[in-house]
């Protein structure tokens, strides 16, 4: 079985900061890639940031400049740094990875069970 524990959600005023942490927790042979996804309310989810076992990242246009993802691979830990945050941030953001496990040779999508953010003054 494999586990992604989610941490540093909350309420923040605009123009503030959060930091979320996501670590993976299981039977992991490999973990692969490991990104942040939201989803608004009455909206669809949708992709925030991204990054792979080398650092490399990708990021939504709306998040860009304000996020910044990265990982500890010796934890298994993806986080997300985010500043100057605004009331359309707000959302429910889930962590996803794709993990191989020891007992499993095709590697899969795991997912969080989501954090809440909520930017408003």
């Known amino acids: 079985q494999v586990q992604l524990v989610e941490s540093g959600g909350g309420l923040v005023q605009p123009g503030g900061s959060l930091r979320l942490s996501c670590a993976a927790s299981g039977n992991i042979k490999r973990v692969y890639d490991m990104g942040w996804y939201r989803q608004a309310p009455g909206k669809q989810r949708e992709l925030a940031a991204i990054?792979?076992?080398?650092?490399?990242?990708n990021y939504a246009d709306s998040v860009k400049g304000r996020f910044t993802i990265s990982r500890d691979n010796a934890k298994n830990t993806v986080y997300l740094e985010m500043n100057s945050l605004k009331p359309d941030d707000t959302a429910v953001y889930y962590c996803?990875?794709?993990?191989?496990?020891?007992?499993?040779?095709?590697?899969?999508?795991?997912w969080g069970q989501g954090t809440q953010v909520t930017v408003s003054s």
């Open positions: 990054t792979n076992t080398v650092g490399s990242t």
């Open positions: 996803q990875a794709r993990i191989s496990m020891v007992s499993v040779t095709d590697p899969m999508n795991y």
